[in-house]
């Protein structure tokens, strides 16, 4: 089936940082990609939709100079999230959805990656 | 834009009683209605999906209905066990488009 990983699964970042998460699709191509954040006890918020070779469609609300988005290939899109502060501590998920690999609209999901902003 | 409502936010039910969960969505646009479930720092797991030519698909002890003129779809989970202890998520999207979530059922099974 539709697998998804997502690198780290878990980090800690100094305040005022920047940290990169990754998020593959390793058996198929992506050509859509999402990315979550969910705070505990909470539901997963939609942050952003990436399309490969263009620019991600960001959420009204969600700071595109913050977290910055980048799906470069049918596999990987990658989350940036910039001058990392404590609020932003979160557990991220990425989806993935191939419209040509069965032709519905499932999405699979990433493992997640857990940020700590100390 | 799509908003998802879910009810109840919290839920317990003996073991092997039913457990009802209900959502409503405000997009007409909405054809596909996912359910999932997750488990305390898991990613969310589809347990069942239904679209919206489609008023009720059962597999095994899950079964999920959709009333698209009432814009009301529910989750019905039957014979309960200990591990449906969970959170559950209904989930609404126009067809190839984003999926918007409720805010979650903390389902909680007692012996």
């Known amino acids: 089936g539709a697998v998804v990983s997502q690198h780290p699964s878990w980090v800690i970042c100094k305040s005022g940082t920047s940290v990169k998460i990754e998020c593959r699709s390793l058996d198929f191509q992506a050509t859509t990609m999402f990315w979550y954040r969910q705070f505990p006890k909470q539901s997963l918020m939609l942050m952003a939709t990436s399309n490969e070779g263009s620019k991600a469609t960001y959420e009204q609300g969600v700071e595109k100079d913050k977290f910055l988005i980048n799906h470069a290939s049918l596999t990987l899109s990658t989350l940036t999230v910039t001058s990392a502060h404590p609020e932003d501590s979160s557990f991220y998920i990425c989806?993935?959805?191939?419209?040509?690999?069965?032709?519905?609209?499932?999405?699979?999901f990433g493992p997640g990656t857990r940020l700590t902003v100390l | 834009g799509e908003n998802v409502e879910q009810h109840p936010s919290t839920l317990s039910v003996q073991e092997g009683d039913s457990a009802v969960i209900k959502c409503t969505y405000s997009d007409s646009a909405s054809n596909y209605f996912p359910w999932y479930k997750q488990e305390l720092g898991k990613r969310p797991q589809l347990i069942i999906d239904i679209r919206s030519n489609v008023g009720e698909k059962k597999d095994q002890r899950i079964a999920v209905t959709l009333n698209k003129t009432a814009k009301h779809f529910s989750l019905h989970i039957t014979e309960t066990q200990p591990e449906d202890s969970a959170v559950y998520f209904c989930a609404a999207s126009p067809w190839g488009d984003k999926i918007i979530f409720g805010k979650g059922t903390r389902l909680h099974i007692l012996p």
């Open positions: 989806s993935a959805r191939d419209l040509a690999l069965d032709s519905t609209d499932t999405q699979y």
